[in-house]
């Protein structure tokens, strides 16, 4: 993990189940992500990854097994878990007419902490590398990417012990997909515990310190991204997402 920060698990997946009437989408999974970590999960269309981070935000009750965060069973109470999480979905789900400031008070509101002042906010998107410009304007005009920072702020300034990112770099431009990587391996730094699913396989090896290999709902490799070249790292996925079928 390469920084100075005491890593501790803050999300336990434990024999986590769950199925759709017949199709079982999580089967089982067995994970851990540590404070500093980056894990991505790559896998393909219907492979559990979105099924995976759902348990863990308590927007899913498992069939068995449990989604732990913080030491906490996320079933028991999904509310008090996600008290700890910042989340960021595919289309990064905040209000469009309101301002990116407006925003970030509102959801840094709903997570009943003091609210932020000029200064904190200022920080806080500094060091996301947000273009500060652009705080006042109205989220309609954001770029994915800006959007995509605002969430993590949101996370930022909730003291969030993980972020979970479903698909955050789909429809990135190369340029916005490099800054994320680099957003994440600093909060990363800091001591964040990040799980993100990806079925960029390349990004996946820049930024995740370890990568799951999901198919049909299970989990059936971890690789360390350092062991392996980016061509290998594409062949190991292919024979799995071959077996799989
Ligand atoms: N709310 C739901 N109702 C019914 N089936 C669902 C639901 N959510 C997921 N599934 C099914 O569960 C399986 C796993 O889906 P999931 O969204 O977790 O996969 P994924 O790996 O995130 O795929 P993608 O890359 O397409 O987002 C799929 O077969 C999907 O159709």
Redesign the pocket.
Known sequence: MGNNICSSTVLTAKSLSKS?DS?V??KSLDLQVSSGEIVCLL??????????INLFMGFLSPDSGEAIVNGMVVANDPAAARNYLGYVDEIVTLYPSLSGRENLDFFHALSKQPSLSDEECNRILSSLDFPMKALNSRLSTYSKGMRQKLGLAIAVAKNAKAILLD?PLSGLDPKAANDLVAVLKSLAKNGTAILL?T?DIFRAKSVGNRIGI?TG?QLVDIVDPNTLSSQDLEAVYLKHIAEGQ
């Open positions: 759709f199709n989408a999580l896998g393909s269309n219907g492979a559990g990854k979105t099924t995976t698909e699913s079925h999901m709902g």
